[in-house]
């Protein structure tokens, strides 16, 4: 086997190591929607919390915050996927276009496109409906209508259908298509 020698380091040496300057964070790859999502997921890591500690310390729990918390996790799960959409970055099956000419991949991903674009407007439209028969009942634990909700996740799936326009519009007008790109980029997205 061949195994790398490293020179030893002090003890000193090793306390500096993560004295270097980075530079400043690039903040540029993400979205408002994005932030969004890291504020809600927040609020639902306090709620998990507070649940935590008046179930354990106080021995008193308050039953709204696991109601809270769920629904926390549904608003982050939907407005994750827009993420996704955006940075290309949901579950694909890319083999094909590996073993295919240039071309017809770049054809087959704009005709995934399309697919993914009506698989969007429809999934809003069925929202949309979803929320007029059920978006006036209230929470079990909350007086709130959980319509609060159903709106969240309606206006995810819009935002999933104008993200994967958007990536449509960019496939349609670069040389290379959002996938080519994200494959590219490693892990920071498009």
């Known amino acids: 086997m061949n195994e790398r020698q490293h020179a030893p380091a002090s003890v000193e040496e090793m306390a500096h190591a993560f004295e270097e ?11 408002v929607e994005d932030w969004l999502n890291m504020a809600v997921f927040w609020l639902m890591a306090a709620c998990v919390f507070l649940q935590f500690f008046t179930r354990y310390a106080l021995n008193n ?3 709204w915050t696991e109601e809270i918390a769920a629904n926390c996790l549904v608003v982050i799960v939907f407005l994750g996927s827009v993420m996704c959409v955006r940075m290309a970055r949901h579950i694909q099956v890319d083999l ?4 295919l000419p240039q071309r017809i991949g770049r054809l087959l991903q704009l005709l995934v496109d399309f697919i993914v674009i009506g698989f969007f407007t429809y999934t ?4 949309w409906r979803y929320i007029a028969i059920v978006g006036n009942e209230r929470m079990v634990t909350v007086n709130l209508p959980r319509g609060y909700v159903f709106y969240t996740v ?8 104008a993200r ?3 990536n449509f519009v960019r496939d349609m007008i670069n040389e290379k298509t959002v996938r080519e790109q994200a494959s590219e980029s490693g892990i920071q997205g498009v």
């Open 164 to 166: 994967s326009v958007q």
């Open 124 to 127: 809003t439209w069925l929202m």
């Open 61 to 63: 729990s308050l039953a």
């Open 96 to 99: 094909l276009y590996r073993f």
């Open 21 to 31: 300057d980075a530079g400043p964070a690039d903040l540029s790859s993400y979205a």
């Open 154 to 161: 309606f206006a995810a799936f819009a935002l999933m259908l």
